[in-house]
């Protein structure tokens, strides 16, 4: 415990919650929503992070006066009571101790989510969706708010590709283990005959742009197309053109928003979605000019993790080992333990 709010210096997390709370008190806060909104989402996080600390530390305190008692009293039930109380205060902090390890340069960021199905056909696209509502579900049971910017539904069911906002500071850090291709083992419910299908779906997790950020666009190097949006099965949601597709020309890095907004708002959004397509990019570049072998495994493409639903139910991380037997639960947002071992594993894979 001590190590852990050494890492996370709760002074100076208590000293910027009092910066954020002036901030937020100010009469002209909500001039500028946007930003509002950035201040009252950070305010609230910090002061989340250090309750949590704060409820931990008293907790372990607690503990040893319940021994304590145990022993005194020489109370079986107290003692079967304190020692359960050690098991979920051991859980707790092994939960915190991983909030530390994000200590990425990106990693305190907001997260973009890019989803497409892959190899697969109709259940790829299928499998693409799964993917799409179980991240917005962990973000749900967490009470992350989540802004979804574009969706391409497939004709026959599912989604080609999609594009989603976590908005929450550190999204960046803990979902970035995500990245790489995910694998779906199942009976296929769009095959007749009941036999089994794989199918893919590549995940892409990108930092949110920041004003810090020096990522130029030449507008003469932007192709923009503008056209109607839709929804499943191709019915209108939008009688004008106001969903945007911007085509970064030199890179062919191509994004859309069809948020059902103006078309303004729209290309405003697809801007940012293409800036952080761009960092990343740069990123990587940075990244395999200075160690061309080494990958870290979490390069876009890689495989990582399989969904079995037949014959036996399992979902097992394939560089963690991490696995477990309900898929169901895991496609309703229940994925932290794998968040929690991608993130280890990536520490380790630091040294």
Sequence with gaps: MESIEAVLDLDKLRADIAVLEEQAAAPSLWDNPDEAQKITSKLSHLQ???????????????????????????????????????????????????????????????ALVNIRAEAGGVDAADFAEKLQRMYL?????????????????????????????????????????????HRLVRISPFDNQGRRQTSFAGVEILPVVEQTDHIEIDESELRVDVYRSSGPGGQGVNTTDSAVRLTHLPTGIVVSCQNERSQIQNKATAMNVLQAKLLERQRQEERARMDALKDGGSSWGNQMRSYVLHPYQMVKDLRTEFEVGNPEAVFNGEIDGFLEAGIRWRKQQEK
């Design 48 to 110: 989340a992070e250090v309750r949590k600390a704060d409820t931990l530390r008293g907790r372990i305190d607690d503990l040893a006066v319940l021994f304590e008692m145990a022993q005194e009293e020489d109370d079986p039930d107290t003692l079967a009571e304190a020692e359960a109380e050690l098991r979920s205060v051991k859980k707790a902090l092994d939960e915190m101790e991983v909030r530390t390890l994000l200590s990425g340069e990106y990693d305190a960021r907001e």
């Design 137 to 181: 579900r962990w973000a749900e049971q967490h009470g992350y708010k989540t802004e979804v910017y574009e969706t391409s539904y497939a004709e026959e069911a599912g989604i080609k590709s999609t594009t989603f906002a976590v908005q929450v500071p550190y999204a960046y850090g803990t979902l970035s283990v995500e990245q790489g291709t």
